[in-house]
């Protein structure tokens, strides 16, 4: 199985999210795929880190607090406190920092690093003139602006927003990124897996080839003044994107804790929607190279939530928040469904019919359900205690087989960041246990006193095959696993978090004798009234 060696972290981060609106489930979604990643890291026994956090400096949100009479620190406090740090509890997200780029940690770093970059030479000052989309936080070439629709008829709008972009001109600090084309290029084909997917890949690379312009990274204050000082011109602030990129490395000590630093940095996977994959791929790996500081081993960009076909957000009014999901069908289910539903990397589209009958027969009747009837049979025909096998015929060994190749094919699509692939290859253990239930048929074995011992063989194999599926489900499905683990061991085999995922697929770690506990429905029947919200 290939693994990180023990002295690497993994180290795992979202994009820092605007704290302009409350989340909805394009935002979750991102969330809940790094988690996952940085779960199953965990329980392959690794130092797994996850930073994710919330971006507050910007027009966007200054001009947001405003609007709403607040003011914008004010306004992403009460964000970040009723909004974005209950979200992680909502869908269950097991971060070890949560960073603002408000805090003084960030702040203060992010002075150096631009002190750095400009005694160094690589931050100048110049003028500029070009067509800024605010809801970006970025200017906009033309081949970036389509025709506006509706109100916006005859005028260029951003692509992504549909909003105009507006007109600026101003003296401030550039970020000498022209001269990174080549380095980017180089390092790009040196590291192959930098960028994924590889069709994300292949269009940073065309960009890049096409050449980099120079980098505006301040605002002058004249204009607005929501943001970082510039620390030689305090008349001019840092654009926001070259402070928000900063996060990945002030959230582990950069400037402060140098061997925190190195214990995390360079990142392992930095996990971000296909929009803002340029800022990571091509600007955050330059600002880093002219830092003399190394570029994180891969960037993912996965595709977007769909609604009516396009992107799912607040700003078009599409965004379903993601406890309308979840009250209904619970984490669980929202992870598993996101996960397993959608290719990572392509775009998916999300729909109420889609989730409960999947929910239906994939959680409730093909894990849960599997569950219970194991439970129930050991219980009804062995006073719930784990029986002891006799010897194994080929059916069971069969079960075996199939969990061996479950595990190594899902710890390889990790390897991959191919989540649904990893899903898929543990849910063949699912479908191997109710094939094989169905076929040794345990209730006819019941009946007969001979087939006792056969009886206890089939038993443990399903109770075993329950166990492998406890620990290799627990990254994407926690809470439900959790009940599986305590109800299955009582405590026998430790902490479901300390089974490794190596060592899962080898048979034979529930001890016969010991006692079994309840288990209430894992994904109990949702009433159809509340399905269609
Ligand atoms: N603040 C910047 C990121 C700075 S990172 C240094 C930003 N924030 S955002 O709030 O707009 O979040 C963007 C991210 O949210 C996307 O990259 C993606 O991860 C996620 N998503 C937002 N809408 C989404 C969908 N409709 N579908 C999938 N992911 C979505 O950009």
Redesign the pocket.
């Known amino acids: 199985m290939p693994s990180t060696p023990a002295s690497k972290s993994f180290y795992v981060t979202?994009?820092?999210?605007?704290?302009?609106?409350a989340?909805?489930?394009?935002?979750a979604?991102?969330e809940v795929a790094a988690d996952v990643l940085a779960r199953w890291h965990r329980q392959r026994g690794e130092d797994s880190f996850l930073l994710t956090g919330?971006?507050e400096h910007?027009e966007k949100i200054l001009r947001t607090a405003v609007g709403n009479g607040s003011t914008p620190q004010a306004w992403a406090d009460q964000l970040v406190h009723d909004s974005w740090l209950p979200l992680l509890d909502t869908i269950d997200i097991d971060n070890q920092d949560f960073i603002r780029t408000t805090e003084e940690r960030h702040e203060k770093n992010v002075q150096k690093f631009l002190q750095h970059l400009h005694d160094t030479g690589f931050i100048y000052r110049g003028s500029y003139e070009g067509n800024y989309c605010v809801g970006?936080?970025e200017y906009k070439t033309e081949a970036d602006l389509i025709e506006g629709e509706g109100e916006y008829v005859g005028q260029d709008v951003c692509a992504i927003h549909s909003r105009p972009v507006e007109r600026l001109q101003e003296t401030n600090y550039f970020f000498k990124l022209s001269e990174f084309s080549a380095p980017l290029l180089d390092f790009y084909e040196q590291n192959p897996k930098f960028i994924q997917p590889e069709s994300a890949r292949n269009e940073v690379i065309s960009f890049v080839r096409r050449g980099l312009e120079d980098l505006s990274i301040s605002r002058s204050k004249e204009k607005f003044d929501w943001g970082i000082d510039i620390p030689w011109d305090d008349s001019h602030i840092t654009y926001?994107?070259f402070d928000?990129?900063?996060?990945?490395i002030t959230a582990i000590g950069y400037g402060e804790d140098q061997a925190n630093f190195e214990r995390l940095w360079p990142a392992s996977v930095q996990?971000?929607?296909?929009?803002?994959?340029r800022?990571?791929a091509v600007i955050?790996p330059a600002m880093l190279m002219a830092a003399g500081l190394k570029p994180a081993e891969r960037v993912f960009?996965?595709?977007?939530?769909?609604?009516g076909g396009e992107?799912?957000?607040k700003s078009k009014l599409?965004?379903i928040a993601p406890a309308q999901i979840t009250d209904t069908f619970g984490s669980d289910a929202f992870r598993y469904y996101f996960m397993k539903a959608i290719a990572f990397g392509q775009?998916g589209s999300f729909s109420w019919e889609d989730l409960s009958a999947r929910y239906q027969s994939e959680l409730a009747n093909g894990f849960g359900n599997l569950a219970s009837r194991v439970l129930a049979m050991v219980k009804r025909y062995f006073d719930g205690v784990v029986p002891a096998p006799g010897a194994y015929n080929e059916a069971d060994l069969q079960v075996q087989v199939v969990a061996a190749k479950a595990i190594a094919n899902a710890d390889a699509a990790i390897e991959e960041i191919a989540i649904h692939e990893a899903i898929a290859s543990v849910w063949t253990l699912v479908d191997e246990l109710n094939n094989y239930i169905t076929v040794t048929e345990p209730w006819v074995l019941a009946k007969d006193e001979a087939q006792r011992e056969r009886l206890a063989s089939v038993l443990y194999t399903t109770l075993e095959g329950l166990r492998v599926l406890a620990i290799a489900l627990a990254p994407v499905m926690p809470k439900s696993t959790a009940k599986l683990w305590a109800a299955l061991t009582e405590g026998s085999l430790g902490e479901l978090a300390d089974q490794p995922l190596s060592e899962s697929a080898n048979w034979g770690q529930l001890a016969a004798g010991v006692k079994i506990g309840d288990l209430d429905s894992l994904f109990p029947r949702i009433e159809t009234d509340d399905e269609g919200k």
């Open positions: 979202t994009p820092i999210f605007y704290v302009n609106d989340p909805h489930i394009g935002h979604y991102t919330t971006d910007g970006c936080e926001v994107w928000a990129l900063l996060n990945y996990v971000v929607g296909k929009d803002i994959l800022f990571h955050w960009g996965h595709g977007w939530l769909l609604v992107k799912m957000s599409t965004g775009d």
